[in-house]
T-cell receptor
Framework: DTAVSQTPKYLVTQMGNDKSIKCEQN?????MYWYKQDSKKFLKIMFS???????INETVPNRFSPKSPDKAHLNLHINSLELGDSAVYFC???????????????FGPGTRLTVL | RKEVEQDPGPFNVPEGATVAFNCTYS??????FFWYRQDCRKEPKLLMS???SGNEDGRFTAQLNRASQYISLLIRDSKLSDSATYLC??????????FGKGTTLSVSS
């Protein structure tokens, strides 16, 4: 199926650990994103990559490091996990926006991270 | 002030009802506007784009008022399957989506 996929779907870990979330899209898109949805359901952009180049980096602790090995993959590595990192992390992809033209973003199913 | 503000609801309506959601945004330079739908424990999905002239997709009608920085979504003849959270979304710099916190709709039989 053509889609945006994420692994793992659920991640439960202890404070202080380091963990990674993987994202892959087979839609042929060249722009990928990470969003965080917190316990209050507020969905907020974290990072965006276009053709493996970081183009958006919102105010996110530097414990979060995105890595894009190729256009189809955008992984998120989190160091020294904290309780406040508990959230659902969504990956998304789109064709590259040009000027004022918006290209629909397709979201993965999310990774529910719980830090104990 | 949040960039995108919505009434969180919940809106509890019977089947067949008409329900309207409102949204305001703070950045007058926002370029594109959307409604996304998010089912419980699922990812957001695009419901429809919103144009200044207003646009309709079946039972759904979206309106944009750039002068008032106001966006609306009207759902006619509500179905049980319309129960979800509706997210008002604007774009910033043509790339990142800025989401409102969402309005929860519950349609009952």
């Amino acid at each position: 199926d053509t889609a945006v996929s994420q692994t793992p779907k659920y991640l439960v870990t202890q404070m202080g650990n380091d963990k990674s979330i993987k994202c892959e899209q087979n839609l042929g898109h060249d722009t990928m994103y990470w969003y965080k949805q917190d316990s209050k359901k507020f969905l907020k952009i974290m990072f965006s990559y276009n053709n493996k180049e970081l183009i958006i980096n919102e105010t996110v602790p530097n414990r979060f490091s995105p890595k894009s090995p190729d256009k189809a993959h955008l992984n998120l590595h989190i160091n020294s996990l904290e309780l406040g990192d508990s959230a659902v992390y969504f990956c998304a992809s789109s064709r590259r926006p040009s000027g004022t033209n918006y290209n629909e973003q397709f979201f993965g199913p999310g990774t529910r991270l719980t830090v104990l | 002030r949040k960039e995108v503000e919505q009434d969180p609801g919940p809106f509890n309506v019977p089947e067949g009802a008409t329900v309207a959601f409102n949204c305001t945004y703070s950045n007058s330079a926002s370029q594109s506007f959307f409604w996304y739908r998010q089912d419980c424990r699922k990812e957001p999905k695009l419901l429809m784009s919103v144009y200044s002239s207003g646009n309709e997709d079946g039972r759904f009608t979206a309106q944009l008022n750039r002068a008032s920085q106001y966006i609306s979504l009207l759902i006619r003849d509500s179905k049980l399957s319309d129960s979800a959270t509706y997210l008002c979304v604007v774009t910033k710099a043509g790339t990142a989506l800025i989401f409102g916190k969402g309005t929860t709709l519950s349609v009952s039989s």
